[in-house]
């Protein structure tokens, strides 16, 4: 297929006519004055906030993130189609879209698309989301195991100075206390700092890997294959970030980032339940370190108990086989004693045998 | 040749198939039926505490293998991923294979269960379990196959009781857990796990959950869910999808202390090459295993890559030692169309030649 058959300009002038006639009759459909988003991806949010009351927690949270990737996969396909209208060589088309992809990663993003998003669009915004996948899953973890919605944490501003502060040792009869609550305010910085840590980690990640979409695209024209769908020019992109996200987390660096996430995240629950376990003894209640100290002990004696069950179970068998062994003993020595006499038999009528004549 | 063929009417028309595709598809997902997992009728054989011991029933027409194939699944995840649905089951064609199978299922730990340690789980539970099957049959020694974290877990338990074990299957089982392209052992190598452990007494199935989806992010938490409306239509592919997805998200706690041992023994001290590896007062050592091994991994697996299952070669006293690599995922070895074909008539043939 040669360039200039498919990207001619009359050929290119009715597709485009085809798209803009299609997009307006959507437009239109919807009552929509103003085109800010693509027909389809609106009608794709009008129809699922009609729908998404009538489903159920789990298919809610799930058809919610299958809307996240159609929004994406729709914005990039036509983001493709508005580049590829303006220009009339494919090269210029997959340019403008690697540098408007480009843009949203380094922060410039006015005219992206040729003018279809501008700065501050939701739309945009979501679509850079894209590589706050990993962050968003972290999220949902730490909600999982807190109290409150969310990373609570994540936007709460903090000074340096405040570490200072926290240095200062206590006075008096609340030293203790005043200690507990400053190492507790102290983890929560720390967190807060591995957790930016974290998130600057992944901010480059995204340009990386525009980059890697163009060199495949590069390579793809080399060999001769073709993307010939919106899905597949949205899995170029998803295998292009995969690629990248999976050679990042496997440096050092990332290690020793997502280690201290953790560690910082354990440390500050860890000072959280010793608060609790605090005010929880101070009610004359049971308190989380208490109960794991039983639960210790329980299990220890559970194992041992269960290994002492085994041990008579054992024992009981053994002296079961002996009683029997005990009680057939008569019967096996008579079982013995019986061959012998038949043997005994057989051997005298093998000498009578013989002792008859030949012939 | 220019890599784009993107033409715009076909755009348009790409773009209404899908929410064609999504409308008409979401009817059959709002009124989804109840998801079942484990297909195969099955007896309750033993039970202690959370932990069930099944024996599975044999088509009428197949005749049993005398020596019957106990399966130790991972502590992670649920074990129904072996009998996922009637066409993705690697126990039913274990069992149009000639084997008798029996499997445990750990079950949800809760809190009372976080001092269960490695030593409970192997010289206790499983060793009980194994225990149970010999009486029954009245052998000495029956058929281990360990799938994962399971698969660690045999290598032990043939190590500490190798008078018990006829033959060894291990499935997709780390044995090196240092491999360069180890992507989870990276990340656990700088983790505090006493930090974690002490802080958290069990570790919770969102985070293993979280782990797991790190691995691959965006077509684990993304691509995955466009694909899915390919199958929206179809509600029986629908259903499939779905059963998938909840053994996904179907992860149970872990017991703390045996994470604890876990992690630190074998992610971080990679225990079976390295040694050091204690279950309760007894050393593992691998060379200790004298029976018949069948080391089974994945090509393609991101999360016991294969050359941490290949480090087995070598490493047991067994003088009968064969390698079946798969072409395919840690998942997939179970649940793809090539893996009912391939991997569980392989595993019956090589143990009825050992059973002959």
Redesign the interface.
């Known amino acids: 297929?040669s360039?200039s058959a498919?990207?001619n300009e009359d050929w290119m002038k009715t597709?485009?006519k085809?798209?803009e006639d299609?997009t307006e009759m959507s437009r239109k459909a919807m009552g929509l004055e103003k085109p800010a988003k693509s027909p389809?991806e609106s009608?794709?949010e009008h129809?699922w906030q009609g729908?998404s009351p009538?489903?159920g927690d789990m298919?809610s949270d799930?058809?919610g993130?299958?809307m996240?990737?159609?929004q994406?996969?729709?914005r990039m396909?036509?983001g493709?189609?508005k580049n590829?209208?303006a220009g009339d060589s494919?090269?210029d088309?997959?340019n403008r879209t690697v540098a408007d992809l480009r843009k949203l990663f380094t922060g410039s993003v006015d005219n992206v698309f040729s003018g279809s998003e501008t700065a501050g669009d939701d739309a945009l915004h979501k679509m850079m989301a894209?590589w706050e996948?990993?962050m968003?899953?972290?999220q949902?973890?730490v909600s999982?195991?807190s109290l409150m919605p969310g990373d609570l944490l994540r936007n709460m501003p903090h000074k340096e100075g405040l570490d200072r502060f926290l240095s200062a040792p206590g006075l008096g009869y609340l030293r203790e206390e005043e200690g507990q609550y400053k190492q507790l305010t102290r983890s929560i910085v720390e967190y807060q700092r591995c957790l930016g840590e974290y998130m600057g980690f992944f901010s480059n990640l995204g340009l990386l890997s525009v980059n890697r979409m163009q060199e495949k695209?590069e390579e793809?024209?080399e060999s001769?294959?073709?993307?010939?769908?919106?899905?597949g020019?949205?899995?170029l992109w998803?295998s292009s970030?995969?690629e990248v996200?999976?050679e990042q987390?496997?440096t050092p660096e990332?290690?020793?980032i997502?280690?201290?996430l953790?560690?910082g995240l354990?440390?500050l629950?860890?000072k959280l339940?010793q608060v609790v376990d605090e005010a929880l003894g101070g009610l004359n209640m049971p308190t989380?370190r208490e109960?794991?100290t039983l639960?210790?002990r329980?299990?220890?004696s559970r194992?041992e108990a269960?290994a002492m069950r085994?041990e008579l179970e054992g024992l009981k068998e053994q002296m079961i086989e002996l009683r029997s062994q005990a009680t057939s003993k008569p019967k096996a020595s008579a079982v013995a004693s019986t061959p012998k006499k038949k043997a005994a038999v057989k051997k005298k009528a093998a000498v009578k045998k013989s002792r008859r004549p030949a012939g | 040749m220019q890599p784009f063929n993107l033409r715009p009417d076909q755009l348009a028309e790409e773009m209404l198939d899908y929410s064609r595709k999504l409308g008409k598809g979401v009817e059959n997902l709002l009124n989804a039926e109840k998801i079942d997992t484990g297909v195969t009728p099955k007896v309750e054989v033993y039970r202690e505490d959370k932990l069930r011991l099944y024996r599975y029933e044999s088509p009428a027409d197949v005749v049993q293998s005398r020596v019957p194939t106990l399966i130790v699944y991972a502590l992670v995840n649920r074990p129904y991923m072996t009998d996922l649905q009637e066409n993705r089951s690697t126990v039913r064609n274990l069992l149009a294979a000639g084997q008798d199978v029996y499997l445990i299922d750990w079950g949800y730990p809760d809190e009372a269960d976080r001092a269960l340690t490695m030593d409970d789980y192997i010289n206790g539970y499983l060793d009980r379990c194994v225990d149970v099957i010999r009486k029954r049959h009245k052998l000495d020694k029956i058929n281990l196959l360990g799938i994962c974290q399971g698969g660690a877990f045999s290598l032990c338990y043939t190590s500490l009781h190798p008078d018990k074990v006829k033959n060894l299957i291990t499935m997709v089982t780390p044995v090196d857990f240092k491999t360069p392209d180890n992507m989870l052992s990276a990340w656990v190598q700088q983790m505090d796990v006493d930090l974690l452990i002490d802080t958290l007494g069990n570790v919770p199935g969102e985070l293993l959950n979280w782990t797991f989806l790190s691995l691959k992010p965006f077509s684990l938490t993304g691509q995955k869910y466009l694909s899915m409306v390919d199958v929206l239509e179809d509600k029986e592919k629908l259903k499939n999808f779905l059963r998938m997805e909840k053994w996904i998200f179907d992860s149970p706690d872990q017991a703390g202390e045996t994470f604890r041992q876990f992690v630190k023994d074998f992610y971080q001290n990679n225990g079976f090459l390295e040694g050091g590896v204690r279950i309760g007062d007894r050393p593992v050592d691998l060379k200790n295993i004298s029976c018949p091994v069948l080391n089974i991994f994945a090509e393609q697996d991101h999360l016991v890559p294969p050359d941490a299952s290949r480090a087995l070669r070598g490493l047991t006293g067994s003088g009968d030692y064969t390698e079946l690599s798969f072409p395919g995922g840690h998942i997939g070895i179970y649940v793809s169309g090539k893996a009912q074909k391939q991997v569980p008539p392989a595993i019956g043939r090589w143990l009825d030649e050992r059973d002959k």
């Open positions: 297929m360039e498919f990207w597709q485009q085809y798209w299609w389809l009608a794709m129809w729908i009538s489903a298919t799930f058809m993130k299958m996240e990737q159609t994406s996969y729709f396909a036509e493709y189609y590829a209208g494919w090269l088309a997959a894209f996948m990993p968003d899953n972290w949902r973890m999982s195991l695209i793809m024209a001769g294959k073709q993307v010939e769908s919106a899905r020019l949205y899995d998803v970030s995969e996200y999976g987390v496997m990332y290690a020793k997502h280690g201290r953790v560690n354990m440390a629950k860890q339940g989380r109960l794991r639960q210790d329980l299990q220890e194992r269960k085994a």
